[in-house]
């Protein structure tokens, strides 16, 4: 397993949680949102040193990277491009980019690639106060459904958590400017109805076990099995 993101020493703990369950990890600090095509092409070939792509019967990617962009501005005043294009460098551009860079590497082994986009509810119903993250998660996704379309002999998964116990949320409620998104999130947080990360996790392992989906599909934590 490779794990990707900033933050050394959290990459480590999950390093360290996994092999506790006799999982191989390697972890990488990486910006994603600046991280260049060769970059992440390098990444994913040091990291199967001493391995073929064909010695794995399966080949996940999770694309789990996530930012909300700018909660302080109404939708109606958004006019920073700067601003915009910096987060759909990470959230959109540089996933896609990512994407394509593994696709690359595990290509001739294409019927045993899975891939797993982490979306949200926002990527196909508005949500007041949230233009920057719907906009980029319906962007992502659509993507992601066009891919699917394409490559029939890929399982792609697009998977929408529900509302899960993590800074993101704690993050909305600091920094919205928008009353109705700032009581919804409290609500959920005080009412404990967000979900642990373990629970929502465990639901998207048994939808891509069951090989219930249609690749492409986007499926809630909510859904019916
Ligand atoms: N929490 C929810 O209720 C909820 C609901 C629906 C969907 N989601 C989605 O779930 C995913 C995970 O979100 P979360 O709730 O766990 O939020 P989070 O705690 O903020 O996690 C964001 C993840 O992205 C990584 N990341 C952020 N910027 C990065 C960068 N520039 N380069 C590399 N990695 C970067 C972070 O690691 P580092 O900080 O170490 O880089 C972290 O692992 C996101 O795609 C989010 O949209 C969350």
């Known amino acids: ?118 979306t949200s509810l926002c990527a196909i119903k508005p949500m007041s106060g949230m233009a920057y993250y719907c906009s980029g998660k319906a962007a992502r996704e659509m993507y992601f459904r066009v891919l699917a379309e394409e490559k029939k002999n890929i399982v792609i998964l697009n998977y929408s958590p529900g509302p899960v116990e993590t800074t993101m949320i704690d993050l909305v409620i600091d920094k919205t400017v928008n009353a109705n998104l700032k009581e919804v999130f409290t609500s959920f947080k005080n009412q404990g109805t967000l979900l642990k990360a373990e629970t929502t996790v465990r639901k998207c392992i048994k939808v891509l076990v069951s090989g219930n989906l249609k690749s492409g599909d986007h499926i809630d934590f909510f859904d019916d099995e």
């Open 1 to 118: 397993m490779l794990l990707l993101a900033r933050k050394k020493e959290e990459l480590a703990q999950t390093a360290k949680l996994c092999e506790s369950e006799n999982v191989k990890v390697i972890h990488n600090s990486v910006d994603l949102s600046v991280a260049s095509e060769k970059e992440m092409f390098d990444t994913i070939i040091n990291a199967l040193t001493g391995y073929k792509v064909t010695d794995f019967t399966a080949s996940l990617i999770f694309h789990n990277v996530g930012s909300l962009g700018n909660l302080s501005i109404e939708t109606s005043r958004i006019e920073e491009v700067q601003e915009l294009r910096e987060y759909y460098d990470l959230n959109v551009f540089k996933v896609i980019s990512l994407n394509t860079q593994f696709l690359k590497i595990f290509g001739d082994v294409e019927d045993r690639i899975i891939i797993v986009n982490i």
